[in-house]
């Protein structure tokens, strides 16, 4: 007899930790955690060998999303954040996907994940290696693969990060600001480089458009740096929208070419610490 009773104790409880375990779940689903602003993520590179600071491996990535998901977030395309930018309503707790660089582990290792859980994303690409995707010292995109891509997901977004301005002049400046001096020794004039960035722009463009027919209109800058100058070149060209590297919210005020962003592809980034992350972000309603 006790033992009968010992089980029916068992029982109820494990009941009640299941019906606690689906309110709280809803609860948490329900949450608001912010409006009216979206959380930018983003990362660089998603392998499960290889190793650095911008690198993370599936699992980790994968259980970002989840958690995300779980707690209530809604993951929107770069069309709703664009019609956001332009005055339109978003879901609460917006989050949009971004992915730089336009390495091969994007096909092989997130596209994969995003297309399970329905997720959209903009991946920032190269353009240089969609030629010659081994050209680089971590396999990048083809072609082929942005158009497969493409055609199968069309939340799925392909934007700048521009053709060959990925790279650091001899002094360590970004290629995106700095004036280059060329194998004579001469430093390029102000009109050289103008030409420079806005030609790398349209280049971009062109090449993404090889496999991605759809409007180029957004720019990653590389390494997250430039100025007022860079600024008004690829506004030149018809970029519309730049991503940059500094930690924020987005919101309606965010000016459009120097959209923050928040670092979500470090190896020691939890699914925890980055909805943390996100909230320590979040801008306060103003009446």
Same mark, same amino acid.
């Given at each position: 007899m006790g033992k009968i009773v010992v089980k029916t104790v068992i029982l109820l409880v494990l009941g009640y930790a299941i019906i606690f375990a689906g309110i709280s779940a809803k609860e948490n689903t329900g949450a608001l955690w912010y409006r009216d602003q979206v959380a930018v993520l983003m990362y660089h590179h998603v392998h499960d060998v290889d190793q650095s600071l911008a690198t993370i491996p599936t699992e980790l990535f994968s259980s970002?999303?989840?958690?995300?998901?779980?707690?209530?977030?809604?993951?929107?395309?770069?069309?709703?954040?664009?019609?956001?930018?332009e005055g339109g309503s978003i879901p609460d707790n917006a989050v949009l996907v971004t992915v730089d660089d336009g390495y091969e582990s994007f096909f092989d290792h997130v596209y994969?994940?995003?297309? %399970?859980?329905?997720?959209?994303?903009?991946?920032?690409?190269?353009?240089?290696?969609?030629?010659?995707?081994? @050209? $680089?010292n971590i396999p990048y995109l083809s072609h082929r693969q942005v158009e497969d891509i493409a055609s199968a997901a069309a939340d799925i977004d392909f934007q700048c990060h521009s053709h060959a301005l990925h790279r650091k002049s001899e002094s360590g400046e970004a290629l995106m600001i700095a004036r280059i001096i060329g194998k004579d020794g001469v430093q390029e004039t102000e009109g050289e480089y103008k030409e420079r960035i806005k030609k790398d722009t349209r280049t971009c463009i062109d090449s993404l458009n090889q496999s991605y027919p759809k409007t180029i209109d957004s720019l990653a800058y590389p390494y997250g740096i430039y100025d007022e100058l860079a600024i008004q070149l690829i506004k030149e060209e018809g970029i519309r929208y730049a991503?940059?590297? %500094?930690?924020?919210?987005?919101?309606?005020?965010?000016?459009?070419?120097?959209?923050?962003?928040?670092?979500? @592809? $470090?190896?020691?980034?939890?699914?925890?610490?980055?909805?943390?992350?996100?909230?320590?972000?979040?801008?306060?309603?103003?009446?």
């Amino acid at each position: 007899m006790g033992k009968i009773v010992v089980k029916t104790v068992i029982l109820l409880v494990l009941g009640y930790a299941i019906i606690f375990a689906g309110i709280s779940a809803k609860e948490n689903t329900g949450a608001l955690w912010y409006r009216d602003q979206v959380a930018v993520l983003m990362y660089h590179h998603v392998h499960d060998v290889d190793q650095s600071l911008a690198t993370i491996p599936t699992e980790l990535f994968s259980s970002h999303l989840d958690y995300l998901i779980g707690k209530g977030y809604n993951f929107i395309s770069s069309q709703q954040f664009k019609q956001f930018l332009e005055g339109g309503s978003i879901p609460d707790n917006a989050v949009l996907v971004t992915v730089d660089d336009g390495y091969e582990s994007f096909f092989d290792h997130v596209y994969p994940l995003l297309k %399970e859980k329905n997720i959209p994303a903009i991946n920032f690409v190269i353009t240089e290696f969609l030629d010659n995707p081994s @050209g $680089g010292n971590i396999p990048y995109l083809s072609h082929r693969q942005v158009e497969d891509i493409a055609s199968a997901a069309a939340d799925i977004d392909f934007q700048c990060h521009s053709h060959a301005l990925h790279r650091k002049s001899e002094s360590g400046e970004a290629l995106m600001i700095a004036r280059i001096i060329g194998k004579d020794g001469v430093q390029e004039t102000e009109g050289e480089y103008k030409e420079r960035i806005k030609k790398d722009t349209r280049t971009c463009i062109d090449s993404l458009n090889q496999s991605y027919p759809k409007t180029i209109d957004s720019l990653a800058y590389p390494y997250g740096i430039y100025d007022e100058l860079a600024i008004q070149l690829i506004k030149e060209e018809g970029i519309r929208y730049a991503f940059t590297v %500094e930690e924020g919210m987005v919101t309606q005020q965010t000016d459009p070419w120097q959209i923050p962003r928040i670092n979500a @592809g $470090g190896p020691w980034i939890t699914a925890e610490s980055l909805h943390q992350n996100i909230l320590n972000h979040v801008v306060a309603a103003t009446k």
